[in-house]
């Protein structure tokens, strides 16, 4: 355990705040840092590996476009299918919708009709956990294909934003959790 503490330890530090971004009064949380480092990239991916593999995950969902960075490698590493969860009408076959409300609109989230099956275990996951509302989505459409959400995971958690209430039916893990 102390390896993915010191693992967590060296993301939390690499993550830099962006003051005023994307409008003033925000404070961004930037990952690129992450990214742009190979080992601490792969740390991420370990760290969720480790948790999720003894889950037997059958397929890892992602939301566009920040989850696909996380979900498709993890899925990989899970011998898992990785199916992603796009903005309206950028999936090209027959899709499944819902849409939600963020705190500067509406939007909606698409899954295609045949990416999980009935009864597989599906882990939704994120970079980050705001006021739930896309993470909300994304569970509805993997239920609406008849797969069970097994847990939401996510990098970041903004925890002043209490989206883990706005999920508290839904087992939650964030790597890292900002008060």
Known sequence: MSGVTGAVDRIRA???????FPKPG??????????????LFGEVVRVFVERYRPLRIQKVAAMESRGFIFGAPLAAELG?????LRKHGKLPHTTLAESFTLEYGEETLEIHTDAI???ERVLVIDDLLA??????????????????V???A??????FLRGRERLADIPVYTMIRFE
């Open 80 to 84: 898992a299918g990785f199916v992603p």
């Open 150 to 152: 097994v847990e939401l």
């Open 14 to 20: 690499a993550i830099r705040d962006v003051p005023d």
């Open 117 to 119: 099956r009935p009864g």
């Open 131 to 148: 006021t739930g509302g896309t993470a909300r989505a994304a569970c509805k459409l993997v239920e609406k294909t008849g797969g069970e």
């Open 154 to 159: 996510f990098l970041i958690e903004l925890a």
């Open 26 to 39: 925000i404070l961004f949380k930037d990952i690129t840092p992450i990214l742009a480092d190979p080992g």
